[in-house]
């Protein structure tokens, strides 16, 4: 007997459905690759346990996310920079559609506003080591963003304490890193708030891990909205000591879980939301906030995470107790903006400018140490923006003075006329033909050099004590070069 089609037709369509809605996202149109590394056992400071189970949480994840995912846990330096490479490797191999994404768990370092991930063989006797024995973040992302991709997304639960005694000048947490300012198509998320520290947890996964492995399992959601979400959900955990931040330059819309296409564009989030933010000012946020209770306006400057969103929340309800939390989130961002405006400039002024402000913060030191390596490095250079109008003032005014100072602009200009009045004159114009007065004939010359008898002794003295007087004259007033060479022709 047959069974009735439209019984098993229903059966297979539910199945169907299901199925669509539990594979990852454009499974058909993209490639998704993942490197997920977990560094817990390291050999000079504490272990980290839950870095481990952190990077076994996502490699779970990702996998059914349609990742292919590649695991590597407690690498050194060497082995490290290793699986970057080889992971980059496959990522080239695979194609422009491909989706790339590291999960990196373990510690973290800010040396001189340089991020460095670290391997479990790092053992610094000073910070001037990390570059030696650490892996620059900027050169995994480097490396990534060189290669023709949908997407590249960095997850960095990397922002715990610093364990290593010896780095105590160190700054907290990581620096800000803006994807924008490289290769478009990136996302990046720290686990806690640029120049922060985030926290191990008291369960087996970290807050933001047990967080991220919560939200990106629920379906079509743009990786934006999941980011948010994480960051509320690692904020209430902690109780407001933590809160994941992300930068992204993403052109494409991505999702964990769902249905979605990749070559849509990107779902307002991180980015659009970055630049929208951008132009919403502190009294926007007054507006928004007024008159909502305290809990809701909190979780919407949370999910904003923007200077004038906290600043609108302080002043609208300062006796919450949230408010010193958001007032310390504030304050911190505010630093961590004017450092890597320091940073990224890298000049005694942009320096002198964060001393001027944050002069006790725990980046004062490192930004003094970097103000006497600019200084060092432009010894004797007229400092950039302030010598050209100091030299047109001061030039002609007195070209002959003695500088002050290495650094004086009135030498640049001088320089110009000497060059003239040497190199670009017409060679019948030369020294050479000056008149005979200005140099001894060239009578004198052989005269002066013949056996005896002849002119007295004083005679000759006489001649020799007048070619090197006009020869020094003339360089004094027609520059350096004019008496050098007179003289050696003498």
């Known amino acids: 007997m047959r069974r009735p089609a439209l ?95 590291v999960f990196y768990a373990g510690h973290g370092l800010q040396i001189d506003g340089e991020n460095y991930l670290v391997p479990v063989d790092l053992d610094p006797k000073r910070e001037a080591d990390i570059p030696l024995q650490g892996v620059r973040l900027n050169d995994m992302l480097n490396t990534l963003g060189a290669l023709p991709t949908r997407a590249r997304i960095f997850m960095l639960d990397a922002c715990r304490n610093n364990p290593f005694p010896a780095l105590s000048g160190a700054g907290h947490g990581l620096a800000i890193v803006d994807t924008k300012a490289g290769a478009p198509g990136s996302f990046i998320s720290y686990s806690t708030s640029p120049g922060a520290e985030a926290e191990d947890g008291s369960g087996i996964d970290s807050p933001y891990t047990t967080a991220a492995l919560t939200v990106a399992k629920q379906p079509n959601l743009p990786i934006e909205e999941v980011f948010k979400r994480i960051r509320v959900a690692v904020a209430q955990s902690t109780d407001g000591r933590q809160i994941p931040w992300e930068s992204s330059s993403l052109t494409t819309d991505f999702k964990f879980f769902g249905e979605s296409s990749g070559s849509q564009p990107a779902m307002p989030g991180a980015s659009s939301m970055a630049l929208a933010s951008g132009t919403r000012s502190v009294e ?23 200077v004038p969103a906290y600043q609108a929340y302080i002043e609208l309800y300062a006796q919450d107790t949230r408010t010193p939390r958001v007032r310390t989130v504030l304050e911190r961002r505010r630093q961590m903006l004017a450092w ?7 000049t005694r002024a942009s320096f002198e400018a964060y001393l001027a402000n944050w002069d006790n913060s725990d980046l004062a030191a490192t930004a003094r140490r970097l103000l006497l390596r600019v200084q060092n490095r432009n010894y004797g250079v ?6 050209p109008p100091v030299a047109v003032a001061m030039g002609p005014t ?9 650094a004086t602009p009135v030498t640049p200009s001088v320089a110009p006329v000497i060059k003239k009045r040497v190199d670009d004159t017409p060679p019948k114009r030369k020294v050479v033909e000056t008149p005979p007065k200005r140099r001894p004939p060239p ?6 050099r013949a056996p005896p008898p002849g002119p007295p002794p004083g005679a000759v003295m006489q001649g020799i004590g007048i070619g090197i007087g006009i020869g020094m004259g003339m360089g004094g007033r027609g520059g350096g070069d004019h008496y050098r060479g007179d003289y050696r022709r003498y």
């Open 443 to 448: 009578e004198e010359v052989v005269y002066e």
């Open 7 to 101: 019984p098993n037709l229903l059966l297979a369509s539910g199945f169907l459905a299901l199925a669509q809605l539990m594979t990852p996202t454009g499974a058909a149109a993209e490639a998704r690759l993942a490197l997920v590394i977990g560094q817990s056992a390291y050999r000079t400071v504490p272990e980290l346990p839950n870095a481990a189970n952190d990077a076994k949480g996502m490699t779970e994840l990702l996998g059914n996310a349609g990742f292919t995912v590649t695991t590597a846990s407690n690498l050194a330096q060497s082995e490290m920079r290793a699986a970057i490479s080889d992971f980059a490797g496959k990522v080239s191999a695979s194609g422009a559609d491909t989706v790339a994404l």
């Open 382 to 387: 007229p400092i950039a923006a302030a010598a």
């Open 284 to 306: 926007d946020w007054r507006r928004d906030l007024q008159g909502k209770p305290a809990m809701v306006a909190y979780e919407l400057v949370i999910t904003d995470d923007t």
């Open 340 to 346: 890597e405006r320091a940073t990224a400039i890298n």
């Open 398 to 406: 007195c070209p002959c003075s003695t500088p002050s100072s290495p």
